[in-house]
């Protein structure tokens, strides 16, 4: 498998709005765009940081990933990303592997990306999301 680089790293909040100014205020760092993933029931906001950015993930639904992680977890780091060259052989590497996939195949994501997620399980609890723009 191929990774670039980190893509971004995505930060699970109430709202997008709210919790941006943190990032904004004390950090100094500029909301570029953001968009409404409607199949995954998300709102994200992207600040750039060189060749990576962080992601707010705000919920659009009571019943979405993020609604659910927030009402376990409360508001905070929720996953990172990694780029890689070819996100449809880095899945056939990871199932050859039997590493177990929460995608196993790729879906849509901001931006116009193809992600896909491995099981935390796998990874001492962190959510990895691959990711190929």
């Known amino acids: 498998m191929n990774i670039k680089h980190i893509d971004h790293i995505?930060?699970?909040?109430?709202?997008?709005e709210e919790g941006g100014k943190s990032f904004t205020d004390i950090l100094g760092l500029n909301l570029q765009k953001?968009?409404?993933?409607a199949e995954q029931k998300v709102k994200?906001?992207?600040?750039?940081?060189?060749?990576?950015?962080?992601?707010?993930?705000?919920?659009?639904?009571?019943?979405?990933?993020?609604?659910?992680?927030?009402?376990?977890?409360?508001?905070?780091?929720h996953h990172i990303a990694?780029?890689?060259?070819?996100?449809d052989d880095a899945l056939k590497e990871l199932k050859e592997k039997g590493?177990?996939?929460i995608?196993?195949?790729?879906?849509?994501?901001?931006?116009?990306?193809?992600?896909?997620?491995?099981?935390?399980?796998?990874?001492?609890?962190v959510l990895v999301e691959l990711c190929e723009k």
């Open 10 to 16: 995505g930060i699970a909040v109430k709202s997008i």
């Open 82 to 87: 990694f780029r890689v060259e070819n996100i």
């Open 99 to 101: 590493v177990r996939l």
């Open 44 to 77: 994200t906001g992207f600040f750039p940081i060189t060749d990576s950015e962080l992601e707010l993930l705000e919920s659009t639904e009571p019943d979405s990933p993020i609604a659910k992680f927030i009402e376990t977890r409360g508001e905070g780091m």
């Open 103 to 125: 995608d196993q195949e790729p879906r849509k994501g901001a931006g116009g990306a193809r992600i896909a997620f491995i099981h935390p399980k796998e990874t001492h609890g």
């Open 34 to 37: 953001v968009e409404t993933i």
